[in-house]
């Protein structure tokens, strides 16, 4: 069977499509991924099949879009620049789809570009799949935010939300339409599918989502987080990581706090100021960022790439932007999570934690000394523990996604 993931996104968004993409390779299917340029050399590396499907989503990151507009106070400045976003290499986007549908069995993507993936497959007869690293659909068990609303408030939170990013892509998938000689869509992507019983793949774990799985159910099936393997993840680092360097600092004293932004550009202040505040409390560091600190004994700062599989099992806390891979990581090493917060998901997982007793946080712009507390409290480390006990194995998980997603090609070849 040939399987195409198109990708948009960070690193985060790309490394559980490699995980699905490696395994049914391993099953003898062929697969090819799309990703954006700055992400090529890395996919590449797994020995996946890889060309470009955008422009490099590190440079969109770095935008005044996505720094200022994106974030901005005015919702109609917000809500132009998600727009602009979810425009953000259309034109190559659509036209690398076009190609990988024209010959494959089944198109997979990733949270960004849904509803363009499933057009173009669509047009091509074959069956799409989403993975979504996050709760996106409406639901009735999740808060939006970080801030706690009773239930009504937050299920209709959720209807807004998902009617508005319909209504700031609604314009570009009925032309995307047109093109394609697709009647228009009505109504979001998540009801169409509902309707039509395509599904969702959930790549996060039901542990931090109580009530999730069973008011979905099977269509939106919450499998786990998926991991690449030990052997896809160093092929990937290619011997260009900081991993082992940092082990061999950490053996040397005892379990510091890991302090990392991903590919979230924060300003050197702002991690100075967290880094400072832990020396002052007498902890170890590893701080994983660009920026010049002062130096230190016992501070490490590291700017290449880590896995953290292997460095966060061996911390004792960890301060980070809440993106979906790095909260999985801290949160399988069974290790308390400070998540300094600046936009999307990421609150989303600083509450997931909280209510796991695993963790907490609060905005960036808004984060103080205080917010480092848990770090230091047996209680959540306690219960960061425990929730390591309930996650699902990554083997598990990925494996369950390539059954859902062989399941529907099969399922749609056979309607056919």
């Known amino acids: 069977m040939k399987i195409a993931f198109a990708v948009h996104g960070s690193r985060g968004d790309i490394q559980p499509a490699i995980a699905a993409g490696a395994e049914l390779s391993r099953r003898g299917h062929e697969v090819r991924l799309a990703v954006p340029e700055d992400l090529v050399d890395m996919t590449a590396a797994s020995g996946l099949p890889t060309q470009v499907l955008a422009p490099s989503t590190a440079e969109l990151l770095a935008s005044p879009l996505v720094k200022e507009r994106l974030k901005s106070k005015n919702p109609r400045v917000r809500l132009r620049a998600l727009g602009e976003v979810a425009e953000h290499g259309r034109a190559t986007s659509e036209r690398v789809m076009a190609e990988l549908a024209d010959s494959s069995d089944l198109l997979v993507t990733a949270p960004l570009a849904q509803d363009r993936g499933e057009a173009i497959a669509q047009s091509r007869g074959i069956p799409f799949v989403p993975l979504h690293y996050c709760p996106l659909r409406p639901n009735g068990s999740l808060d939006v935010r970080y801030r706690h609303y009773p239930r009504p408030v937050s299920r209709a939170m959720w209807l807004l939300a998902d009617r508005t990013y319909w209504l700031t892509v609604r314009?570009?998938?009925?032309?995307?339409?047109?093109?394609?000689?697709?009647?228009?869509?009505?109504?979001?992507?998540?009801?169409?599918?509902?309707?039509?019983?395509?599904?969702?793949?959930?790549?996060?774990?039901?542990?931090?989502?109580?009530?999730?799985?069973?008011?979905?159910?099977?269509?939106?099936?919450?499998?786990?987080?998926?991991?690449?393997?030990?052997?896809?993840?160093?092929?990937?680092?290619?011997?260009?990581?900081?991993?082992?360097?940092?082990?061999?600092?950490?053996?040397?004293?005892?379990?510091?706090?890991?302090?990392?932004?991903?590919?979230?550009?924060?300003?050197?202040?702002?991690?100075?100021?967290?880094?400072?505040?832990?020396?002052a409390r007498g902890l170890r560091v590893i701080a994983h960022t660009e920026h010049e600190l002062p130096q230190h004994d016992r501070l490490l700062r590291i700017g290449t790439p880590v896995d953290h599989e292997v460095l966060l099992p061996q911390c004792r806390g960890a301060v980070h932007h809440g993106g979906a891979g790095t909260t999985a990581a801290a949160a399988r090493a069974g290790i308390p999570s400070v998540i300094a917060w600046l936009s999307a998901d990421q609150p989303m997982w600083a509450a997931a934690l909280r209510r796991a007793g695993a963790g907490a946080g609060n905005r960036l712009n808004r984060f103080g000394p205080d917010d480092l507390e848990p770090l230091t409290d047996p209680a959540v480390a306690a219960g960061a523990a425990r929730l390591a006990e309930r996650l699902t194995p990554p083997a598990e998980a990925v494996d369950r996604a390539c059954e859902l997603l062989l399941g529907a090609a099969d399922h749609s070849a056979a309607a056919r």
């Open 171 to 279: 314009g570009a998938d009925r032309r995307l339409r047109d093109k394609l000689g697709l009647p228009a869509a009505k109504g979001p992507l998540g009801s169409r599918l509902r309707a039509r019983g395509v599904p969702e793949i959930q790549a996060y774990d039901p542990a931090l989502f109580p009530g999730l799985a069973a008011e979905w159910g099977a269509q939106r099936p919450l499998v786990g987080f998926l991991l690449p393997d030990t052997a896809t993840r160093g092929a990937m680092a290619a011997g260009n990581d900081a991993t082992t360097s940092a082990l061999n600092w950490i053996a040397d004293g005892e379990p510091p706090v890991y302090v990392g932004f991903g590919s979230m550009k924060i300003g050197g202040e702002q991690i100075g100021s967290i880094v400072t505040t832990l020396l």
